[in-house]
Protein backbone atom coordinates (compact mmCIF):
# COMPACT_ATOMS: atom_id res chain seq x y z
CA UNK A 1 0.00 0.00 0.00
CA UNK A 2 1.25 3.76 -1.16
CA UNK A 3 1.91 5.98 1.82
CA UNK A 4 3.03 9.28 2.19
CA UNK A 5 7.09 7.92 2.14
CA UNK A 6 6.53 6.32 -0.95
CA UNK A 7 3.96 8.70 -2.91
CA UNK A 8 7.41 11.14 -2.44
CA UNK A 9 9.34 9.09 -4.23
CA UNK A 10 6.44 8.33 -7.23
CA UNK A 11 6.58 11.83 -7.58
CA UNK A 12 10.20 11.89 -8.11
CA UNK A 13 9.89 8.85 -10.17
CA UNK A 14 6.86 10.68 -12.56
CA UNK A 15 8.82 14.15 -12.88
CA UNK A 16 11.13 12.40 -15.13
CA UNK A 17 8.40 10.37 -16.77
CA UNK A 18 6.16 13.65 -17.46
CA UNK A 19 9.51 14.94 -18.97
CA UNK A 20 10.18 12.19 -21.13
CA UNK A 21 6.50 11.99 -22.03
CA UNK A 22 6.59 15.45 -23.17
CA UNK A 23 9.60 15.27 -24.62
CA UNK A 24 8.60 12.81 -27.07
CA UNK A 25 5.32 14.93 -27.59
CA UNK A 26 7.31 18.02 -28.44
CA UNK A 27 9.67 16.35 -30.81
CA UNK A 28 6.41 14.25 -32.41
CA UNK A 29 4.73 17.45 -33.01
CA UNK A 30 8.31 18.80 -34.52
CA UNK A 31 8.16 15.84 -37.09
CA UNK A 32 4.97 16.52 -38.30
CA UNK A 33 5.50 19.99 -38.58
CA UNK A 34 9.00 19.61 -40.34
CA UNK A 35 7.32 16.70 -43.07
CA UNK A 36 4.25 18.93 -43.31
CA UNK A 37 6.89 21.86 -44.84
CA UNK A 38 9.51 19.72 -45.86
CA UNK A 39 12.02 21.84 -43.59
CA UNK A 40 14.20 20.07 -41.15
CA UNK A 41 14.42 23.49 -39.55
CA UNK A 42 11.36 22.81 -37.35
CA UNK A 43 12.46 19.75 -35.36
CA UNK A 44 15.76 21.47 -34.60
CA UNK A 45 14.08 24.30 -33.17
CA UNK A 46 11.45 22.31 -31.37
CA UNK A 47 14.33 20.46 -29.46
CA UNK A 48 16.63 23.41 -29.23
CA UNK A 49 13.63 25.15 -27.86
CA UNK A 50 12.52 22.46 -25.76
CA UNK A 51 16.22 21.96 -23.75
CA UNK A 52 16.73 25.68 -22.70
CA UNK A 53 12.99 27.12 -22.21
CA UNK A 54 13.00 23.80 -19.55
CA UNK A 55 16.67 25.00 -18.30
CA UNK A 56 15.20 28.19 -17.35
CA UNK A 57 12.28 27.75 -16.34
CA UNK A 58 13.36 25.06 -14.15
CA UNK A 59 15.36 27.11 -12.36
CA UNK A 60 13.76 30.77 -12.21
CA UNK A 61 9.98 29.44 -11.79
CA UNK A 62 10.17 29.91 -8.05
CA UNK A 63 11.30 33.70 -8.38
CA UNK A 64 8.71 34.46 -11.34
CA UNK A 65 5.81 32.99 -9.16
CA UNK A 66 7.16 35.54 -6.34
CA UNK A 67 7.45 38.32 -8.13
CA UNK A 68 3.92 37.61 -9.70
CA UNK A 69 2.35 37.72 -6.63
CA UNK A 70 4.37 40.63 -5.32
CA UNK A 71 5.73 38.53 -2.04
CA UNK A 72 8.06 40.05 0.04
CA UNK A 73 10.50 37.79 2.45
CA UNK A 74 10.37 38.14 5.75
CA UNK A 75 12.70 37.57 9.15
CA UNK A 76 11.29 36.12 12.13
CA UNK A 77 11.14 39.40 13.31
CA UNK A 78 8.55 40.68 10.81
CA UNK A 79 6.19 38.33 11.77
CA UNK A 80 7.65 36.32 14.73
CA UNK A 81 3.63 33.97 15.31
CA UNK A 82 3.84 32.95 11.38
CA UNK A 83 7.20 32.03 11.70
CA UNK A 84 7.05 29.72 14.52
CA UNK A 85 4.20 28.36 12.79
CA UNK A 86 6.11 27.42 9.79
CA UNK A 87 9.21 26.53 11.74
CA UNK A 88 6.90 24.19 14.21
CA UNK A 89 5.49 22.72 11.14
CA UNK A 90 8.58 21.66 9.17
CA UNK A 91 10.13 20.42 12.18
CA UNK A 92 7.55 17.83 12.56
CA UNK A 93 7.32 17.31 8.52
CA UNK A 94 11.08 16.93 9.09
CA UNK A 95 11.96 19.83 6.15
CA UNK A 96 14.37 22.41 6.21
CA UNK A 97 12.60 25.82 7.22
CA UNK A 98 11.65 26.92 3.88
CA UNK A 99 11.74 30.71 2.92
CA UNK A 100 8.84 32.96 4.15
CA UNK A 101 6.95 35.59 1.92
CA UNK A 102 3.99 37.36 2.48
CA UNK A 103 1.75 38.67 -0.35
CA UNK A 104 -0.29 42.12 -0.30
CA UNK A 105 -3.31 40.51 -1.16
CA UNK A 106 -6.47 40.69 0.90
CA UNK A 107 -7.49 37.21 -0.41
CA UNK A 108 -7.33 34.45 2.02
CA UNK A 109 -5.05 32.45 0.23
CA UNK A 110 -1.52 30.72 0.16
CA UNK A 111 1.09 29.00 -2.13
CA UNK A 112 4.62 27.12 -1.81
CA UNK A 113 6.78 27.04 -4.36
CA UNK A 114 10.64 25.59 -4.98
CA UNK A 115 12.33 23.23 -7.22
CA UNK A 116 12.77 20.79 -3.84
CA UNK A 117 13.00 21.43 -0.13
CA UNK A 118 16.37 22.70 0.30
CA UNK A 119 15.20 25.60 -2.27
CA UNK A 120 11.09 25.80 -1.13
CA UNK A 121 9.31 29.14 -0.27
CA UNK A 122 5.91 29.24 1.32
CA UNK A 123 3.91 32.79 0.91
CA UNK A 124 1.04 33.45 2.54
CA UNK A 125 -1.64 36.41 1.97
CA UNK A 126 -1.87 39.35 4.42
CA UNK A 127 -5.81 38.35 4.08
CA UNK A 128 -5.05 34.85 5.61
CA UNK A 129 -3.17 36.67 8.18
CA UNK A 130 -6.08 38.88 9.11
CA UNK A 131 -8.81 36.46 9.10
CA UNK A 132 -7.43 32.75 9.61
CA UNK A 133 -6.78 31.97 13.11
CA UNK A 134 -4.08 30.44 14.81
CA UNK A 135 -5.55 26.11 14.13
CA UNK A 136 -6.81 27.58 10.66
CA UNK A 137 -3.55 28.99 9.85
CA UNK A 138 -1.80 25.88 10.83
CA UNK A 139 -3.75 23.82 8.69
CA UNK A 140 -3.12 25.96 5.75
CA UNK A 141 0.62 26.16 6.44
CA UNK A 142 0.67 22.19 6.71
CA UNK A 143 -1.10 21.94 3.11
CA UNK A 144 1.77 24.11 1.97
CA UNK A 145 4.27 22.56 3.63
CA UNK A 146 2.82 19.07 2.01
CA UNK A 147 3.17 20.05 -1.48
CA UNK A 148 6.78 20.72 -0.41
CA UNK A 149 7.47 17.19 1.34
CA UNK A 150 5.14 15.44 -1.78
CA UNK A 151 7.49 17.33 -3.85
CA UNK A 152 4.12 18.18 -5.54
CA UNK A 153 5.73 21.67 -6.41
CA UNK A 154 8.75 19.94 -8.73
CA UNK A 155 5.74 17.83 -11.08
CA UNK A 156 3.57 20.99 -10.83
CA UNK A 157 6.39 22.96 -12.46
CA UNK A 158 7.68 20.37 -14.68
CA UNK A 159 4.13 19.78 -16.31
CA UNK A 160 3.63 23.70 -16.31
CA UNK A 161 7.33 24.38 -18.09
CA UNK A 162 6.14 21.51 -20.52
CA UNK A 163 2.47 22.86 -21.25
CA UNK A 164 4.04 25.86 -21.90
CA UNK A 165 6.04 24.34 -24.56
CA UNK A 166 3.64 22.26 -26.27
CA UNK A 167 1.54 25.50 -26.52
CA UNK A 168 3.96 28.12 -27.62
CA UNK A 169 5.71 25.55 -30.26
CA UNK A 170 1.78 24.47 -31.61
CA UNK A 171 0.91 28.62 -31.53
CA UNK A 172 4.11 29.24 -33.77
CA UNK A 173 3.21 26.68 -36.32
CA UNK A 174 -0.32 28.12 -36.30
CA UNK A 175 1.11 31.57 -36.80
CA UNK A 176 3.44 30.73 -39.33
CA UNK A 177 0.52 29.82 -41.73
CA UNK A 178 -0.29 33.32 -41.89
CA UNK A 179 2.80 35.11 -41.42
CA UNK A 180 4.95 33.18 -43.26
CA UNK A 181 8.29 32.38 -41.60
CA UNK A 182 8.46 28.69 -41.49
CA UNK A 183 5.54 28.09 -43.72
CA UNK A 184 6.20 30.56 -46.39
CA UNK A 185 8.60 28.47 -48.23
CA UNK A 186 6.57 24.92 -47.88
CA UNK A 187 8.08 22.36 -50.15
CA UNK A 188 6.56 21.86 -53.65
CA UNK A 189 6.04 18.19 -55.18
CA UNK A 190 5.79 16.97 -51.60
CA UNK A 191 2.59 14.73 -53.09
CA UNK A 192 -0.05 13.66 -51.06
CA UNK A 193 1.89 12.03 -48.23
CA UNK A 194 2.91 16.02 -47.40
CA UNK A 195 -0.83 17.05 -47.60
CA UNK A 196 -1.47 14.78 -45.27
CA UNK A 197 1.16 16.11 -42.72
CA UNK A 198 0.34 19.52 -43.28
CA UNK A 199 -3.42 18.76 -42.23
CA UNK A 200 -2.22 16.16 -39.26
CA UNK A 201 0.16 19.03 -38.17
CA UNK A 202 -3.08 21.96 -38.12
CA UNK A 203 -5.21 19.36 -36.14
CA UNK A 204 -2.56 18.81 -33.93
CA UNK A 205 -1.22 22.41 -33.32
CA UNK A 206 -4.94 22.35 -31.90
CA UNK A 207 -5.87 19.72 -29.94
CA UNK A 208 -2.05 19.06 -28.34
CA UNK A 209 -2.16 22.22 -26.35
CA UNK A 210 -5.69 21.14 -25.23
CA UNK A 211 -4.58 17.52 -24.48
CA UNK A 212 -1.72 18.88 -22.19
CA UNK A 213 -3.87 21.40 -20.72
CA UNK A 214 -6.03 18.89 -19.78
CA UNK A 215 -3.62 16.89 -18.11
CA UNK A 216 -1.70 19.70 -16.03
CA UNK A 217 -5.42 20.44 -14.85
CA UNK A 218 -5.54 16.83 -13.54
CA UNK A 219 -2.40 17.07 -12.21
CA UNK A 220 -3.26 19.85 -9.96
CA UNK A 221 -6.41 18.55 -9.13
CA UNK A 222 -5.45 15.57 -7.33
CA UNK A 223 -2.16 16.69 -5.77
CA UNK A 224 -4.13 19.49 -3.85
CA UNK A 225 -6.66 16.79 -2.36
CA UNK A 226 -3.54 15.01 -1.26
CA UNK A 227 -1.91 18.02 -0.10
CA UNK A 228 -5.08 18.37 2.31
CA UNK A 229 -4.90 14.60 3.80
CA UNK A 230 -0.99 15.03 4.15
CA UNK A 231 -1.84 18.55 5.68
CA UNK A 232 -4.07 16.71 8.30
CA UNK A 233 -2.30 13.95 8.86
CA UNK A 234 0.96 16.71 10.10
CA UNK A 235 -1.20 18.31 12.25
CA UNK A 236 -3.37 16.03 13.33
CA UNK A 237 -6.56 18.67 13.43
CA UNK A 238 -8.51 18.36 10.17
CA UNK A 239 -11.13 20.76 11.65
CA UNK A 240 -8.39 23.78 11.53
CA UNK A 241 -8.18 22.84 7.99
CA UNK A 242 -11.73 22.62 7.57
CA UNK A 243 -12.54 26.12 9.11
CA UNK A 244 -10.06 27.62 7.03
CA UNK A 245 -11.62 26.25 3.61
CA UNK A 246 -15.05 27.12 4.84
CA UNK A 247 -13.98 30.93 5.12
CA UNK A 248 -12.42 30.58 1.82
CA UNK A 249 -15.38 28.99 0.11
CA UNK A 250 -17.23 32.33 0.81
CA UNK A 251 -14.12 34.92 0.35
CA UNK A 252 -15.41 36.98 -2.40
CA UNK A 253 -11.90 39.41 -1.93
CA UNK A 254 -10.65 39.80 -5.78
CA UNK A 255 -6.72 38.74 -6.22
CA UNK A 256 -5.17 41.65 -8.21
CA UNK A 257 -1.75 39.33 -9.04
CA UNK A 258 -4.23 36.32 -9.69
CA UNK A 259 -2.50 35.13 -13.46
CA UNK A 260 -3.26 31.71 -14.81
CA UNK A 261 -0.05 30.74 -15.32
CA UNK A 262 0.09 30.95 -11.63
CA UNK A 263 -3.24 29.84 -10.21
CA UNK A 264 -2.67 26.10 -9.63
CA UNK A 265 0.29 27.11 -7.40
CA UNK A 266 -2.42 28.46 -4.71
CA UNK A 267 -3.95 26.40 -2.03
CA UNK A 268 -7.75 27.53 -3.67
CA UNK A 269 -8.56 29.37 -7.01
CA UNK A 270 -7.53 32.65 -6.84
CA UNK A 271 -10.26 33.80 -9.41
CA UNK A 272 -13.11 34.51 -7.89
CA UNK A 273 -16.90 35.10 -9.90
CA UNK A 274 -20.00 33.38 -10.16
CA UNK A 275 -21.19 29.45 -9.81
CA UNK A 276 -19.12 27.55 -12.21
CA UNK A 277 -20.79 25.41 -15.20
CA UNK A 278 -19.83 22.16 -15.52
CA UNK A 279 -17.93 23.44 -18.43
CA UNK A 280 -15.55 25.97 -16.21
CA UNK A 281 -15.17 23.21 -14.07
CA UNK A 282 -13.43 21.55 -16.11
CA UNK A 283 -10.38 23.44 -16.56
CA UNK A 284 -10.06 24.57 -13.10
CA UNK A 285 -7.22 23.94 -11.27
CA UNK A 286 -8.38 22.99 -7.86
CA UNK A 287 -11.38 20.34 -7.01
CA UNK A 288 -14.35 22.95 -5.95
CA UNK A 289 -13.83 23.50 -1.73
CA UNK A 290 -17.36 21.55 -0.64
CA UNK A 291 -15.32 18.39 -1.97
CA UNK A 292 -12.31 19.14 -0.28
CA UNK A 293 -14.15 20.11 2.98
CA UNK A 294 -16.35 16.68 2.53
CA UNK A 295 -13.51 14.37 1.86
CA UNK A 296 -11.56 16.41 5.29
CA UNK A 297 -15.02 15.75 7.63
CA UNK A 298 -14.81 12.23 6.60
CA UNK A 299 -11.39 11.90 7.72
CA UNK A 300 -11.78 13.38 10.70
CA UNK A 301 -15.19 11.50 11.15
CA UNK A 302 -12.92 8.41 10.67
CA UNK A 303 -9.92 9.80 13.33
CA UNK A 304 -12.62 10.06 15.77
CA UNK A 305 -13.80 6.49 15.86
Do not use: C
Not at 14 to 34: D, H, K, N
Not at 200 to 220: D, K, N, R
Request: charged fraction near 15%; avoid cysteine; hydrophobic fraction near 50%.
Amino acid sequence: MQNLYTYQSANVHRTWLLFGVFFVVVMGLGYVFTMAYGDPSFIIFAALFSIIYSFISYYASASIALSLARAKEIEKSDNPDLWNIVENLAITAGLPMPKLYITPELQINAFATGRDPKHAAVAVTQGALQRLNKTELQGVIAHELSHVGNRDILVSTVAAILAGIISLIADLFLRSLFFGGFGGRRGRGGGEAQEVFFIAAIVLSILAPIGTMLIQLAISRRREALADASGVLLTRYPEGLISALRKIEVDTVPMASAKDSTAHMWLDNPFKGKQASWWHKLFMTHPPVEERIAALEKMSGMAAE
